[in-house]
């Protein structure tokens, strides 16, 4: 058995804002972040040296364990971590 979509809009629908897909607005926010409550948001994508982006990667999976799914995982290239 298939569970169809409903056609409705739901009821709740225009309290949920939309995602930030503005890379400006993202980037305040990350700003933002650092700057009011010392927490940095880094993008693996965005730290070109591949020393600089391990080092990030280490102290994430120290401090939160290594993650399930991504495209830097090793499940996503076949056992082997992607550093680019």
Excluded: C, F
């Amino acid at each position: 058995m298939t569970a169809e979509r409903s056609l409705t809009p739901s009821t709740l629908g225009r309290l949920v804002g939309k995602s930030p897909t503005d890379p400006a607005k993202i980037r305040q926010w990350r700003a933002e972040a650092w700057h009011l409550q010392e927490i940095p948001v880094l993008p693996l994508d965005e730290i070109k040296n591949p020393i600089d982006r391990q080092v990030v990667i280490q102290i994430a999976e120290r401090l939160y364990g290594k993650r399930i799914s991504g495209p830097n995982t090793k499940e996503a290239n076949n056992g082997k971590r992607q550093v680019a």
